[in-house]
């Protein structure tokens, strides 16, 4: 379970300019609870770049290189916190990248061994860590090879995701050469209150809206572009997102599609 920044704007942007020192300081300050790596990905005339560390954001020089430089129009940031019993390690270190496609998740699909049969024996064999996150975004990116478009790939990926895993958290960024999709489906997803409290001496402590609405994404809007965030920065100016939404941003003209795995659910099950 994770912490998620993603932005689609009109020109190159650094992070901490998006967010200006406050908050990249807030947002840096998540590592409070989620301290087991955090990951980049940002898009160039080149392709898809990443990087990543299993170290905690806070200590880590490249990440604040990173986030200083004006990497891209589009990209995204990940603070992981490992589900327990899975390992930190670069190979478990979001975000994920395949084709192009660079993929950060904020919940936990279970049972894991159920998601990965969901794999055909080709995707399996890609699988390269033990997360939970991985098989998810590989079953995405599955699907939109098998349907030959990414709106429809994704979308009859999550209908599949939220009918067999009902009461997990699907939260997740992916950045493709020509995309960035958005993705807030969490409703029946239980907070991990139990183990932030056990961080925690005193809960007042705890990052903001992280026992209340630890799953809550917002965004905001404005003439550079659209920034989307996972709950924990608690600043003026964020709007939050729709329960159960799934939207798809155009990279070149930051059009907004919203997409609707509901439904397709639906259709699906007449």
């Not at 087991?36 to 290189?65: K, L």
């Not at 589009?74 to 192009?100: C, Q, S, Y």
């Not at 055909?120 to 349907?147: I, N």
């Not at 209908?159 to 939260?171: E, H, Y």
Request: net charge negative; glycine share 6%.
């Amino acid at each position: 379970m994770c912490r998620l920044f993603g932005y689609v704007t009109d020109a190159p942007h650094s992070v901490a300019d998006l967010l200006g020192d406050e908050g990249l300081a807030a947002f840096t300050s998540l590592t409070a609870v989620h301290s087991d790596g955090w990951g980049m990905a940002w898009q160039t005339p080149e392709g898809t770049r990443c990087s990543s560390s299993p170290r905690s954001a806070d200590i880590d020089e490249t990440y604040r290189m990173l986030v200083e430089e004006p990497l891209s129009h589009a990209g995204l940031v990940h603070l992981r916190w490992a589900t327990g019993g899975i390992d930190v390690g670069p190979r478990n270190t979001h975000p994920f990248l395949e084709d192009g496609a660079a993929f950060a998740h904020n919940g936990h699909v279970s049972p894991i061994a159920e998601l990965e049969a969901l794999l055909t024996p080709e995707t399996r064999a890609k699988l390269r860590g033990d997360t939970d996150s991985e098989r998810y975004f590989h079953f995405v990116h599955q699907s939109v090879e098998e349907h030959g478009d990414e709106a429809e790939g994704v979308t009859r990926a999550l209908a599949t995701l939220i009918k067999k895993f009902p009461r997990c958290s699907l939260n997740a960024l992916m950045l493709t050469p020509t995309h960035m999709f958005a993705i807030h489906i969490n409703s029946r997803a239980d907070s991990p209150m139990r183990a932030l409290r056990a961080m925690f001496d005193d809960e007042d402590d705890i990052p903001p809206r992280h026992t209340t609405e630890y799953f809550a994404m917002d965004y905001r809007e404005s003439d550079a572009g659209l920034e989307i965030v996972s709950s924990g920065l608690d600043q003026p100016g964020w709007t939050p997102v729709p329960e159960d939404t799934a939207v798809m941003v155009d990279l070149s003209t930051r059009e907004i599609t919203r997409l609707d795995p509901i439904a397709t659910l639906d259709v699906d099950d007449s």
